[in-house]
T-cell receptor
Framework: ETGVTQSPTHLIKTRGQQVTLRCSSQ?????VSWYQQALGQGPQFIFQ???????GRGNFPPRFSGLQFPNYSSELNVNALELDDSALYLC???????????FGSGTRLTVV | QKEVEQNSGPLSVPEGAIASLNCTYS??????FFWYRQYSGKSPELIMS????GDKEDGRFTAQLNKASQYVSLLIRDSQPSDSATYLC???????????FGQGTTLQVKP
């Protein structure tokens, strides 16, 4: 059983809307990353948070934003949703960088 | 050129055979390498990590790393139908903790 939980598991939104995805990391995991996985592709790095500050960002526009909270939970916010944002969004946490992340079960977002 | 490349497959092997999955990467300074298994509709699960040249064995799995050739592989011995999944190669990027994934290789183990 993974120690990383994500909610909701599935979500349908309309183009132009905003969405917030949530992640609860394992206790003490001070690093959390978010990935987007389109169908048939590997996960793509969106950004990483370390001790509540953004610590690296992938090639995603500013309408993708995030937060990390002191209790190690985090959020991914996406504004002005586009059809291409339809994907599986994965949260991953770790105690130490580069030691392999534990992924949550993901949120399947469908934009119509 | 993609940063991490894998053959998308599918790779089909009979039950009990050795499955060999390959991955190449472009960033010569990469220091950490991972193999994840992803069942259809599920999230990736870490199965192996490797940081030094050579082989690393864990049960039926062996990861092989050759930094000079920028090549990582995963061998699965005595393949079982339950090993049928997509295998993702991931490379750590610098000190950011960012993982760069390949597109994955689909493995089919036939009874």
């Amino acid at each position: 059983e993974t120690g990383v939980t994500q909610s909701p598991t599935h979500l349908i939104k309309t183009r132009g809307q905003q969405v917030t995805l949530r992640c609860s990391s394992q206790s003490g995991h001070n690093t959390v990353s978010w990935y987007q996985q389109a169908l048939g592709q590997g996960p793509q790095f969106i950004f990483q948070y370390y001790r509540e500050e953004e610590n690296g960002r992938g090639n995603f526009p500013p309408r993708f934003s995030g937060l990390q909270f002191p209790n190690y939970s985090s959020e991914l916010n996406v504004n002005a949703l586009e059809l291409d944002d339809s994907a599986l969004y994965l949260c991953a946490s770790s105690l130490v960088d580069n030691y392999g992340y534990t992924f949550g079960s993901g949120t399947r977002l469908t934009v119509v | 050129q993609k940063e991490v490349e894998q053959n998308s497959g599918p790779l089909s092997v009979p039950e009990g055979a050795i499955a060999s999955l390959n991955c190449t990467y472009s960033d010569r300074v990469s220091q950490s390498f991972f193999w994840y298994r992803q069942y259809s509709g599920k999230s990736p699960e870490l199965i192996m990590s490797i940081y030094s040249n050579g082989d690393k064995e864990d049960g039926r799995f062996t990861a092989q790393l050759n930094k000079a050739s920028q090549y990582v592989s995963l061998l699965i011995r005595d393949s079982q139908p339950s090993d049928s999944a997509t295998y993702l190669c991931a490379v750590g990027s610098g000190n950011t903790g960012k993982l760069i994934f390949g597109q994955g290789t689909t493995l089919q183990v036939k009874p």
